[in-house]
Structures are given as C-alpha cells and as structure tokens.
C-alpha cells in the first residue's frame, strides 16, 4: 500500500475519477456521485475517501494511511478552484458536507455533518456571499451542533435545550407571544442566532473538553477520523451482524461542496423514487420541502409536499428534475431513489441509489420495465425539445427498458417470501411496538403471528380446539410435539437454530417460528415465561414476528399478504426459462395440494414417520409403539400390520394429490427412541402403556400386555449419545427388514389402488442414510422383492423407482458404487452438512453465530445450514454427482435438503447439473424462481464450445478441484452427444417424460 | 457358471488337478492334499469338490450344481482305476473318507465319515480283503454310527448306548467279566459286531425314517450334501462370526481313498508338528497311537505315545515322516501341522496344514528359521543316503529356510498383542471354566484380571487403595469415572464397543476391559448385577477374560506373561526395515515412560482434558469446573490461572520422559459438560459447589460463590443433543480463547523450563476438531501470538510446531488450504470414522454387529472402528494427504486415532505415506512390526521406476481412484527430487533429524 495508493476520488464539472460499479471501494454514496457526474447531471463538485482508506485507518488504530492527508488537500484545493471559493475564507467561503457511505445502506454509522468551513470569520462572508445574517448563523449553529454530537460526542440534547430556551424566552418575547407558546425555528433572528452560537460554543467546550475548532481543515479531519471511526461503532457492528453484511471493509466518506435549499422560496429539497416504491407504479414519486435543508426532510419536523407540487412551484425545475428520473433510470436499468437539492432555482443532484420497494412493487416494477415505457412518447418529446434530455436516452425510456430474462433476475428471495405470510400492520407505531418487544430470538419463518401462550403440545391442541389461537413456546421441540405445533399459529423456542426440528417442521407448513432465544427463560413446573425481565403465563398472549425474530407481549394487529398479479406474471417467465424442477417436501395430502397449487412439480421428500403423529388418529402412533415395544418378530409384525393400512390410506391421498407427477417417499427415518415419551416423562409412559394395552385388548391379540417397565427398559435401551450416528434410517431396515416391508407393502398397495381409480401414479421409493453399495443393495433388492411381488399379484403395469439419499460423506465418496444398484440419487444436506462439518444443527445455535459474525471470528460468510457449503459439502455433492454419472450415466439427481429453497445453493445445484430440487411448499415459489436465475447466469456465462468443458458457476470451488471439475463435468455432456436412444430407454423416458426433456435440453444447451 | 464349472478336482498318483495355493477354491486340507501329492508325498487318491460348488449348493436351495454329480462320478471311476477297487464292490471295495474343508480351520461344521461304502455285501468284501470280519464289522458300524449321527442327525447317543450295552452284557459275559466290569472296544469280537450292525440300522431307521442306504453312491451324495448342510449350520455361523471370518463362500468336500491305521500293530496313526508349537523349539513334535483310527486320536480315548516311539517300534516310517517334515517345512517355508496314517507298515499323509502355535513360538520359530538350519547335516546325509529326502531338499533344510524380511512378516499382531497380558491359567480345566463362565462381552482389551466387583468409580477407587483388587462394573464409562477405571483391575460395561470410552481408555493403560455385555443387568440402586442367570453384589468377586469377552464368577488363578527373548530379535529387525515412525498416545509422564519402554519415538497424542481427571489431585478438576462454570471473562481467567500450575507440571513430566522425542499435545477436546455431574446425579453437583466455593474461599476471590442451581442451570445449557457434533474440540477455543491461552503458556512454559535443566524438547501444539481453514488460521495465530511472547520473554530458542487434527470431513477436503498454516496434520481416524460414517462409536455396538456379520448382512468386512475403512475415510485421509501436500510439500502427516495400532490400517498409513504412526503404548510394539510389514511388502511390489507413479498397496481402492491417486502419491516424489534443502530447511531439519532422514529414505526407495 503506502505512499503510492489511491485513497481520494474527485468528482466535479462533468468529470470524476470513480465510476458507479466501484461501490466496494467509494461506497454506494460515492459511486453514485461519481456515476452522475460522468453522465452530466448536475452534482455539486467534491471528492469521495475510499474504504480501503477507512480499513487502514481501523487497522493502523484509528490513525490516517500515508498519504491520505496530501491527497485530500490537492483534491480540496481542486474543488476550492472548481467552485472559485476557498475553505474558511472570509469572503468567499467554501462549504462542504460530510458524509459517510458504505456499499451497503447501513444505519447506526456516522452520517452527515453539513456547513462544515464555517469559522467566526467565514461565517460573516457567508453572510455577505448569501445576503442573509440569518441564513449564516443559522447554518453555523446548525456545524457546531452537528459537529459537536456527531464527531466530538456532545449531548444532543444540551444543545437543543439551548435553541429551545431562546425561542421560548427571548424570541417568544421579542414577538410578543403568549406564556406557554413557543417561537419557531425560522422565528429567530440573525442576532438571536448569533448568540446562540456562542452558547453553543460553550457547551462544545464543556461538553468535550476543548474549543469549537476555527481551523476549517481540522474541522474537516476531524469530521473524516468520526465518519471512520463510527464504522465500528457497537450500533453498526450490530446492525452488520443482524443483517448479515459480510465482505465489506469500511465506510467511505464524501465530501461535497454545500448547496443550500435553505435560502429562499426558490430553494428546496427532496427525495424521489423513479417509481412508486411501494405499489411500484409507473409513477414520479417523491416528497419536497420548499426552502429547507435536507435534515430538516429526515427529521419530519416539517410536512413535506407531494412532488406534483413542484410542477406548479418550479415548472422548469420539474422538467429538469424529471429528465434526471428518466436518464438515471434508463442508465441504471433499476427504480432509483434520488436525493436533490434546490438553490436559488438550480437544481442538484446530491444521491442516487438503487430503490428499496415492497414486495409487491417489486413484481410490478420488474414486469413494467420489462414490458412497459417508462416514459410516455408526448412527454418524451417534451423533454427532448427542452434539451433537458438526450433523443437517444428518449428512445430508449419509451421502450421496455429491461428484458424478461433481467426481470427475472430482479426479484429477491425475500420478495416472494414476503408475499405469502401475514405481518405486523404497519399502522402500529414504532414506539408502540418498542414498548410491547420482549426480546429477540432468530427469525426461523417469516410472517407473524399471536396468540395464547401454551407450553405443551396437549395443551396447544386443546386450546386450539376451542377454537383459540396458539403460540407454542418450547425449549425445544420434539416429533411427539409435532400435534401440538401443527395446531399452534406460531412456535417459540429457547434452542436450536434455522434448521432445529422446530423450524424445519414450522417451515415445511409456512408457520411462523422463532427458535433459539437464549434469553428466554421457561419454567415448566410452573406454567411461566420470563423474558425481557417480564413473566408470563400460559395462557398470557404474545405476537411473534418470524423475519426479525422479535417478541411482543400481547396481540398485535396483523394483516394478510396479497400477491400481485405480476407475481404470476415473473413466475411463468421464470418456469419457461428454468433447466431445474421444483419439487416439494411434503407428508401429507393438504400439504401435497398446497406444494402444487405452488407450482410443484412433484413430491423430493414425502417423510413417512411425520404421519404416525397425526393427533386426529392416535391410534397411529399407538401401533408404532407397539411395534418397537415388540420383543419379537411376530409381535412386531402384528403392530406393523396394523400400521399398513394408515400407511397405505396417506399415500393414497398423497398420490391422489401428485396426479401424473413423480413422489419421493422416503422409509421411517428416525431413531425409534423419538417416538416414545423419555425417561423425564413418566405419566406419558403410563399413558402409553394403557394406549398400547388397550389396542392389544381390541386386537383380541394373543401377546403379552406391556408394562410401564417394558416401556422404561427399551427407553434406557433406545437412548444414544449421539442420535444423530445411531440407529436411524435404514439402518433399522437392515435391523428389522419388516419395517421396509411394509413400508414398500404400504406405497406400492396404495399406488396400485389409485392407479386402478384412474390416478396416474409414479413412486419412487427412497432409502434413508445409507453409507455402502452392500447395505443399500440388501435393502433395494428386498424392496424390489416386496414391491414385484404385489404388482405380479395384483396384474399391475405400475412403474416405480429405487434409490437412496445421499446424505453421509461415505456415501458421497461410494457414490459410484452406489449408482450401480440405485435408480436415483436425493440429496439430504441437512445431515450431510451436519456429518461432514461434525456440526448438530440442533446444538449449533450456541456457537454457529461466533463462526458467521464477520466482526468476530467470520470464518464462514453464511450458516451452512441455511446456504450450503461449496466448499466441503458442495465438493462431496460434486463427486457423488460426477462419480455416480460415470457408472450410471442417465442416474437421477436431485436434492431434498433445506437448501433446496435457498437460492444461493440453487445456483450450485444447478451448476452440478441435478434434475430437480425439493423444498418445503411456501419456498417452492422462490426455487422456481432462483432455478431460473441459475439457468439465465450459467447462460450468461462464455458459452462452452463443443469439446470443452462447462465451467463451474459462481458458487463452486474452481481454485480447490480444477481438474477433477473439467474432467468431471464434461462427462454428462459427452454423454448426450453420444446417446442414441435405446428401446430399453426410450420405454424409460415414457415412463419419466420430465428426465427426457431434461436431457434434451441440456442437449440443447451444450452444443 | 453351469455346466462348463470345473466343480471337482482329483489328486492321486503323484499328479493333481489342484494347487497348494487354491485354498480359496479346494479349502485348506483340499489344496495340502493336491500340494503333498504334487511334491510326489504318499497321499491316497481321492478328489476334492470345491467351495464354489458349496456356495452354488447354498444359493441353489440345497440342490447341487448342474453338472456335479457326473464329474464326481467321473472322477470316482478315475480313483476306482488308480486304485483298482471299486466302491461297493462284494469283493474288493474300495472305501472313502469324506471330509469338510474351508479355507480357514473351522470347528462346527460337519467334520468326517470315514469308511463310506460299505454295505451289506461290500463289507464281507473287505472282511477277505483284510483277513479280518471283526476288522471290516468294526468299520461298517463306525460308517452306519457317522454317517447317522453326522449326515442324517440321529443322535448319536442311541449308537453308543446299544455299543455299550454289548459291551458291558454280551462281551462282558462271553469274557467272564466280574459285575460292573465293562468290555473294552477292541474286545468285541465279529459275530457281536455284526449283530451290532444290525441294531445300528434299526436305530438308523427309527432316527430318520429310512433305511440305512446299501446304494454306496447314495451314501457318497449324502455325506456331500450333509457336508455343504454343515456350512450353514448355527454353531459354524456363529463361530466365522466370533472369530470374525469373513470372505469365505463355503467348504470343500475332499472324498479319499481309505487308509486303516487299524489293522494291526503295524499299522498307527498320528498328528505331528515339524517343530514344537509350544515353545518353536526346533524339534520333530507329536503324537502316535498304534492300531488305531484318526477319530481315536482325536477322541483322546487312548493316550497317545510320544512321536519318538516311532522310532523304536517303525524306524523305516520314521524316518521317512522325518523326510516328510523336512520336504514339507522347506517347501512351505512354515512349521507344519501333519496327519499321517500307517497302513501295514506304510506311510500315508493325510493332511497338512500351517501349524497354530503360542505366541513365545511363533517369535522363535520365526527367528531360528530365519537363523538356524531345520536339519543337522549329519541327520541330512542319513535321509538323503536313504533317498527319502532329495538332496536339493537336504541343502535347503541345512541352511535357514527364510529371510529376516520373511521372519518380520511372520508374526501375527495377535502373536505380539498376547505376549503382554496375563492369561488365565491353562492348569484350569475346560469344565470348571464352563461351570463358572457367566456370559460373553465384546473383547476390548485382552488379558485376564480378576477381583472384587465395584458399580461406582468412588468404590472402585476406595476398595483398590485398601489394596484389593477391583473389577469396575458400568453400564457405561464418561470421564468422571476415569480415576475409578484407573484403580481397577479389570472394566466391565453393559454397552459400547471396541472403541467405547471404555475401551480406548483401558486400552491406553492396557487394562483388561470387556465391553458391550448386553445380557448384563446392573441394579445400581441395588448394587447387584445379573448375568446368565446369577445375581452377584458389589464386593462378590468376578474374572474378565479380554480375548474372548467372558466373563467367570469368582476369581481364577491368571499367569503372567513372559517375552521370549527372540521378541527382541524380531522387534530389532522390524525397526531397522520400517519407513514409518511409531509414536504413542500418552496422556501421563508414567505412560510416557511406558511408550518409550516399549519402543516408542515420540508422544503423537497426548490429551490434556485426562489430566483433569487425576484422581491424587481433586483440586485440577474442581479449577476446570470454576472455569466452566464462570459467567464472565475475569471469573473464567482466574480459574484458568489456578489450573496453570498444574498443566505446567503435567507437561514438564512428560517432556522430562520424552527427552529428545517429539511430543504432540492436543489443546482441551472434549464438551465441557462431561467435566460437571449430570442433572441424575444431584449429589455429585452439591459436592462440586462444596469443592469450588471452598477453592474460592481458600483462594480469598472476590467472585460470587456458586448455588446448586448455578450448577443445574449450566448442565442444562450444556446439554446437546449429539454432543459428538457439538461445542467441543477448537470450537471451544473460538468461544473462550482464553481457554487455547493457558493451555499454550502451560506448554510453552513446561518446554522452556526443561530445556533450562537440559532436555531437549520437540513440543507440537495441536488443535483439534478444525474445520476450516480461515478457523484454524485463527487459532493458530493466537497459539503463536502467545507462544512467541513468552519465548522472547524468557529469552528462549524453543522450537515448536502448531498443527491441527484433521477428525472431519470437511477438514480433509479442505486440507489444501489448511496446510497453508498449518506445521503438521495428524489424522483423527476414530472422529472422522465418525462422521464420514454417520456413526457413533458408542452407539454403533448395537447395530454396527449387524453390519459385520458375514452371514447376515456383511456389509463391512471389518468393524471400522478397528480397521481404518479404506472405501470411505481412507480416501478422505488419501485427498487430505495428497492436497495438503501440493500446498506444502514437506508438511508432517500422521495418525492418532485407533487404527494407528491396527496392522491392516499401518499398511495403508504407509502406503499414503505417512511418516508416523501413534498408538496406544501397549500396541506400540505391533505398530513397529506392522509397520515394517508394510515397508516390506510395499518393496515386494515392482519398483517404481522413476517418472513412474507410486502404485497403491493392498488395503486401497485403486479402482475408483485410479487418475487422482496416479496424479497425485507421485507428487512428494517430484518434490525429493527437487529439493535442494534451503538454509531454513537445514535448520528445520536440525531440530527435526526424524523428518529429513524419512525423506532420504523415500527417495531412496522411489528412485
């Protein structure tokens, strides 16, 4: 670095050494400057101090880089001769602004300190140059104020209290009003404000132990030191870390010579938005003070006019200032948030930024630009004829200014998310809401929701029942709570994380859920919650808001969402443009129809075991106790035998739903020990016992009665260290091959009923956790076995598949060999990321967030559990995908993990080439839409010539796995080239139409 | 397969269509009859059938392979030729031997029918042929009693009974035979014989329902199939599961032309061995009964006479069976277990195989065929003057017969493994064994130990200091009971593996524990156990076996072992032949001791968390608890302080043990839960609080003393679900670094102190669970951050090394990058094995039997817990090895986990070169040998030539891996040849003479 980097960046008379895709290193402010500069609107001359430059200072401890200070003297003294005026001068003073501006909008840093230059000498040339004594000390006072709180860290408020006294005593005084009345602002005069000054001067100095600096330079340094020091300011860390910005390395600071809106009723200032940001209309939006600073806009104490307004005030000025809309939206491509100044009539652009917009304009806004002008052609004309437009940017503003393929691009994961859950109305006030919040947890579901505190599963159902709205507060939930949560409107838990059983189980239903508040303090024994230093009972209401995690006491007021109708519009672009499917995780038929009315095209995990906890048929989980309290095999076939037909009766609601599209049932999954009351739980041991008994009893069954210590002693037996290595999946088959019989017994029967009423029906049977060619062979030969079996009995032609989930490192590296006996691949990344990290999601939550805060360690950018690994399992995903292609070349690859609805990993599923991903139904939106994303940026990439080789895409580890990666990839491509359909796989693709078009179009798209 | 499969081959006449080396295919005694009749021995005619043919009948549902039946015929007519009789035949009949045959020696199949093909005819055939009815009635009612009782289950009682009933009435009468007197066999003349013939068959028919079969050739494929039958019987099962015998498709059948050692006094038969398998001392060994059948030598009816006697009553055939052992030993180049059998006068071998042997033998017999000459050459002249020994033959045997490479290779781990345990003692018999045994655990750490039972680690440790010998008895072990393991004799555990917590820690200590005893039932509250039936209190004595798993009730008399003094020639030779180092994992200067006693090159894991533990100083655990349990930094620090001291002193002991050798010491591992009593034990937290506050009190802190509740409240937020994956290993650091601080200055502090007094000390920092590598980057910075200060404070030119464990998934796939900032790797095979798996080693032991049993699912050959899984972790350990070494070439790799004591896993340690194995310091001598084993066995492949690629020994998977692995082993190669040691890498190798001197070695072999 040293003395030879650049840390200044001047912008100024149509010239500026940055540009507006340099936000990293100017900021968003700056690039933006600097960006409207080149392109000549009319931006107030300065020079912007980069990042890096903020980065040195923090890493040199809190001391300026070599260099920076000669450098912002020669720009300085460039703006001083731009502007003809110079910093401090007594006649002809400069003034400049001081902002801060990071790549992101970050609240909680440092961010404007205006008037700055002004001195006791400059401020009488200010007097004289503005014509205004007023105008002068009004804007002195208004530095010392900024300077002092914002940089020096003097109370705010004492020098409010100061102004507010002069215009209670003296100014209400000097204008005769009445006792109790106050004078305005604008009420005092120049020597009232002259005065006030030299108060503020002296709370300055009391306040922060030397005098108000008269040096305008040090003044400016000392701005510049507070801008980067409020980089690390506690407020902005935390605001980082709660929004999760990573890869940023400072704040930039941007210094701007002074335009006043504040001198007259030719003056103003405002803020626009290019469009409507929050029906994202076709509209010129925005608000506008006449004759005020921007401060006085962000602080409300004024009412600001409508923008229309201007057109009467300042006609030219509102064609100037709309040309401005039109060229900064057509050269951004994007709805832009605009910043302007008025002084005396002319008109300055002071920021442009990318719009913030609610979900709903968001839809609107990309489907507009992509089929809508901007600009009407009249009104094009006008602007052209006036000069206050080029023709050519004309042209373009009365044309669609995006493609579809950029509107799909446009639209965030959070955006449609947002569009499907209720939320908070936003007419209650923030310091309502300030007073009601508890505490906060991690948002693991967005959306709200309030309701009755109940602290168990039984006593959610009940109150549910009676027709109450339910908040489920847990420390952690289990599977036998999954009755209670299913009835609950939202759930609360004081552990786990994003992919804790609580949220993936919320998740999957769309619920709102918050997890992990460590805070939160649940007494059990005695029906109580304490948090925020507030206790509750059950019974007590509170609202949860599912994006920020917060907790409210009480009810707070919501309101349902509402989906435009260009929502409908993108999606249907975006199914027209996507390579991948979209599958759903789904268990039951309502959760089925839901996925499809989403746009599912298939069930990737339909989990047998959520189906033996339906409340509404207890005794579903009656029999499976029974069958893992069987100490033998007919006894354990008996209760699996009365398991079959509920089996049987979910698939064939399930199938009924999935007509015509493929469904994913994965086998019982986990250990047996879930499904029976622990040891800490006696009387729901009893009751089970007398649940049990009584079956056997109406069974008329021959078999021993059980007792509460048969139950105690398998409990003990079933416990395990680590659950999550034990005895699960289909290590169980492999234990009791009569759970996989009459799993399959149950899925085939059921498919082979709904085929013969009509339903066309394609099962594909998936085994758990397998880890080795040997084990998973065993198990899908006796699946085969069972499976043939019923078909040859029944005459059927029903067509069904085989395969496993890849869901442990050892089965992603024996994929190969796996391929060998299995129809297809799924992969499970929420274990795989578990096993290969050696990380359990559920106790995670006490550490993961040291591992992703960027301020503390930061060694990972995101929770892998939410946006999978590249570079661990993403690499195993790669192999088990270019290995299992090598022995099986047409092998169907999908995944079923909770990545299958982030659209980061989206992308590396696309990238590896799988055929579809599954997600939980309300995120089936969001992949349809990342899939094709993931399509349109690995098209936008160089395309490969034939014989080359597909380059990996933005997620992947290219640096770590080049060889492997080009070898690899290549293969699938060869294969098609070669593919000549045999007879055997032209029977395959009728039976599969969706692996065909896949293929073809891969075909398409590699040659 | 079908009817082109050689299912049969004959031997006979000098000529055989087998091979000594088709053990596999003809089983052991098939394959030494087809070598003994190759190498021109006596051996009657005869034909094996092969094991496939067994594995054929198997999967076939009991029915034999097409074809089978004509080539047996085929052959059965060839043998009729050779010998000139015919089976079945009135006059001269031939009769048959049938015997079973795997490839590995195995009780509980069905072992031999003798005499087969005698009938009612054929028997007065053989009556005339050998001139005696008695003889030929005698051996028809052998043939109706065998073939009854083996081949068609009739119990074989009846047989004896009726025998006896003759003896003890008829013959008894017929020979004057006082009251109570009994007739033995031989006195049984012809005429009762044969009536006896007759009574047999009824008893025949009565069992089985049919007649006994006069059709020879029926009888011949009744005993093969009831042979094949054998295979699949429970007791053969169950002993290929004991004794874990894998990969074996089944047994051959060898029928063979009848010898009778029963003829007449100048007939015999015996077993000998060609030198003595209980002490290897070089002698001719074994047992001889004159006039009688093999099944009387191995009934042990008759006492056997020495073999020497031969050489009196049949000096002629004993010194042709001299010649035997001598063409046999020279041949097989192993000591020889023979069967041979003297018809009138002439030699007949029936069997030879490699003989089983103690362990004291198998090192001398290894060292003096490696030394001494088998023959004396005087003895030589006189058997090759009588031609009964070739004189190439005489040569070979008078010098020795194998190299010391082969004498290495020899031994068996077992063989090293038993040679330092004590044993029960052999004068106890079989039955008293029986009456007492109990039941059967899994095996963990062999020898034996008996004494008093204790169900708690406070009793243990109470009862062993009053001097009494202890057995602890748990369900399971956790840390908190390491003081009472420590004090006992012996570990008894309910559940676990061989890898349990209990098992590794007994196996550091090499202290006899029987793990996994699912039959066992403690009644803690009660203080009994029960098991097979008996209910034992605590202070009731019990004796572990740790071999077998078994446990005895009382206490047995146990014999110390003893080294025969060629262990030290072997061991010496091992050491000057093997590439790898050997370490040990030692946690206490006293193992540390043990190791380097033992063999030991350095400590490759020393583990930090076991010295809280020691039960002499009470107040290390009550300081790591103070620090767990404080809730602030301070707090947290002051405990940290106290423990200082202490881990100081622990690593100065070990350093002092290990002068001049490397010592790896990995920084605190385990959750800090297992440090504090669980929510079951209250007791256990009330003494803990008493303990800490009375630390704090005499430490005069100013901190909060601590509640019960405190206690209770952080077990329950240390609670995890799957704590395997959870806060622990450097995750721990990242939270606390303060943690990592201390435990560096302990170290760092403890080598300086020892280098002032004058040893030398190598210290490697290690840091465990790593997974990433901007993670370890962070920790590794802090470690040398802390290291370096005090070094420049105390003016030292310590030298040390900082380098991670690589125990997950991600780590190993991440190990390019890791090695960018790390000094050394060392493998963690038991965590990876883990988490690659998804298996939890203490779990696992009730499924995981499931997996390794060959007859019912054998999926793996090997529990991988004990032999390192090659397919899976092996590729990840392969990756890491070959990645981490393209980013630094002459990074340090080596193993810690268990399988660094395990031969097949030292083989694929050495062939991804490792430099270093470590083990537990029992197994540290096994490590040397297995490691030379590999060393040699890597030389016996073709050479690399040099460009060539380093090809991948036995245990790897070559076939999936065939380009990466090609690419990749080649690269350290490239790299010696390269290297032109820098000054920094001289002085690197000054500090690290082990490192520089494997590297020559390896280019030495490579080139």
């Known amino acids: ?81 731009g502007c003809k005026k110079k910093l401090g001068n007594a006649k002809n003073p400069l003034l400049v602004s001081v902002r801060s501006g990071a790549a992101q909008s970050m609240p909680g840093m440092m961010e404007t300190i205006l008037n700055l230059g002004l001195n006791d000498k400059s401020v009488e040339g200010l007097a004289n140059v503005s014509g205004s004594r007023r105008f002068a000390f009004d804007a002195y006072r208004r530095l010392i104020m900024m300077y002092g ?18 215009k209670e005593v003296r100014t209400a005084q000097r204008l005769g009003l009445g006792a109790g009345e106050t004078a305005a602002d604008t009420d005092a005069n120049a020597e009232e404000l002259a005065d006030l000054v030299e108060t503020f001067k002296t709370i300055y100095r009391d306040g922060c132990g030397e005098a108000f600096p008269q040096d305008p330079f040090q003044q400016l340094k000392g701005a510049i030191s507070a801008v980067f020091d409020s980089w690390m300011l506690d407020k902005a860390i935390t605001y980082r870390q709660v929004e999760n910005i990573t890869g940023l390395n400072g704040t930039g600071v941007n210094i701007c010579q002074m335009v006043f809106g504040n001198m007259g009723d030719d003056c103003g200032t405002g803020v626009c938005f290019t469009r409507d940001p929050s029906t994202g209309e076709t509209v010129f939006y925005g608000d506008l003070l006449i004759n005020a600073q921007g401060e006085d806009v962000v602080a409300g104490v004024r009412t600001p006019l409508k923008l229309e307004e201007l057109k009467k005030l300042m006609p030219e000025v509102y064609q100037q200032l709309e040309a401005v809309r039109v060229i900064l939206e057509v050269h951004y491509k994007e709805m832009q948030d605009l910043e302007f100044t008025i002084e005396r009539g002319k008109l300055y652009m002071l920021q442009c930024r990318t719009g913030k917009r609610s979900p709903q304009a968001a839809f609107r806004i990309a489907v507009e630009q992509a089929t809508k002008p901007l600009l009407k052609t009249a009104a094009a004309k006008k602007l052209v004829s006036k000069k206050y437009l080029p023709k050519k940017t004309a042209d373009l503003a009365t044309k669609p200014i995006i493609t579809k393929d950029d509107a799909i691009l446009r639209i965030q994961a959070a955006d449609v998310e947002r569009l499907f859950y209720p939320v908070l109305d936003s007419n209650v006030t923030a310091s309502e809401l300030a007073s009601r919040e508890m505490g906060e947890g991690i948002g693991a579901v967005p959306g709200a929701a309030g309701g009755e505190i109940a602290f168990s599963a039984e006593r959610a159902e009940a109150r549910a029942q009676s027709g109450v709205d339910v908040i489920l507060v847990r420390k952690e939930t289990s599977p036998e709570d999954v009755g209670g949560m299913h009835a609950s409107a939202g759930i609360l838990t004081a552990t786990g994380g994003k992919t804790s059983h609580a949220a993936v189980v919320a998740r999957g239903w769309g619920k ?25 009972n059950e019974g007590d209401t509170i609202t949860l808001e599912g994006s920020s995690g917060k907790i409210y006491e009480g009810l707070i007021d919501l309101v349902p969402p509402v989906a435009p109708k260009e929502y409908e519009t993108i999606m249907t672009w975006a199914d027209k443009r996507r390579r991948m499917k979209v599958r759903a995780n789904a268990d039951t038929p309502v959760d089925a129809l839901k996925a499809v009315e989403l746009g599912a095209q298939g069930i990737g995990l339909c989990r047998t075991e959520h189906m033996f906890f339906d409340p509404s048929q207890p005794q579903r989980l009656t029999s499976m106790r029974r069958m893992i ?78 007792t509460v210590e048969d139950i105690a002693r398998r409990v003990e ?5 680590n659950p999550m290595l034990g005895h699960r999946g289909c290590r169980l088959c492999i234990t009791y091959p009569e759970i996989l019989e009459m799993q399959v017994r149950a899925i085939i029967e059921a498919a082979i009923n709904c085929t013969e009423r009509g339903t066309k029906v394609l099962p594909e049977i998936m085994i758990p956790l397998s880890i080795d060619d040997k084990e998973l062979g065993i198990l899908i030969e006796r699946t085969r076995a069972v499976a043939n079996a019923i078909i040859k009995e029944r005459k059927s032609r029903l067509k069904y598949l085989v395969g496993t989930m890849i869901e442990t490192p050892r089965a992603a590296l024996l994929a190969d060999r796996m391929a060998n006996v299995s129809d297809f691949f799924s992969f499970g990344t929420n274990d795989l990321t578990q096993t290969t990290m050696a990380l359990s999601r ?6 993961l967030p040291d591992y992703v805060d960027a301020d503390h360690a930061g060694i990972f950018k995101h929770d892998p559990f939410q946006t999978l690994d590249a570079d661990g399992v993403g690499r195993l995903v790669r192999i088990a995908c270019d290995e299992s292609r090598s022995t099986k070349r047409n092998i169907k690859l999908g995944i079923c993990g909770e990545h299958g ?27 349809r839409l990342a899939s094709a994303q993931a399509t349109i940026r690995a098209e936008a990439k160089p395309k490969a010539k034939p014989g080359a080789t597909l380059k990996v895409r933005s997620m992947s580890k290219a640096s770590v796995l080049p060889k492997r990666t080009k070898r690899k990839v290549a293969a699938p491509k060869k294969t098609s080239k070669k593919a000549k359909p045999s007879a055997k796989r032209k029977a395959a693709a009728k039976g599969k139409p969706t692996a065909r078009k896949t293929a073809k179009r891969k075909l398409a798209r590699t040659r």
Not at 149 to 166: I, N
Not at 717 to 721: G, N
Not at 842 to 847: H, L, Y
């Open 842 to 847: 559920d106790d995670a939550g006490r550490f």
């Open 149 to 166: 709180s914002t940089a020096k860290g003097v109370d705010r408020m004492l020098f409010e209290e100061a102004f507010d006294e002069l």
């Open 1 to 81: 670095m040293a003395t030879a980097t650049r840390w200044v960046y001047y912008f100024g008379n149509g010239k500026a050494d940055g540009k507006g895709d340099q936000k990293l290193l100017l900021g968003g402010k700056g690039a933006g400057l600097a960006e409207m500069t080149r392109i000549g609107l009319p931006v107030p001359g300065g020079f912007t101090i980069t990042t890096d430059a903020c980065e040195a200072y923090n890493k040199r401890g809190q001391k300026w880089p070599t260099g920076m200070e000669k450098q912002i003297k020669a720009n300085l003294a460039k703006l001083e001769r």
């Open 717 to 721: 037996q079933l416990h395990e260290s």
């Open 629 to 706: 309290l069987a100490d033998n095999e007919p006894d354990r076939r008996a209760a699996l035998d009365a398991l079959l037909p509920y089996q049987r009766e979910d698939f064939e609601g399930i199938f009924a739903a999935m007509h015509n599209l493929p469904v994913t049932v994965r086998l019982l999954d986990p250990p047996l020990h879930e499904f029976l009351p622990q040891s800490d739980n006696p009387e729901g041991q009893r009751a089970v016992v007398d649940q049990i008994n009584e079956a056997l009893d109406d069974a008329g069954s021959s078999s021993d009665r059980i």
């Open 512 to 536: 709102c859920c918050v997890v992990g508040c460590g805070a939160l303090d649940i007494d059990y024994a005695n029906n109580t919650m304490t948090l925020g230093g507030k206790t509750l």
């Open 901 to 927: 609805g982030d659209p980061e990993s989206i992308q590396f599923c696309d990238a590896v080439g799988l055929e579809y991903v599954s997600c939980s139904p309300l995120r089936v939106p969001i992949a």
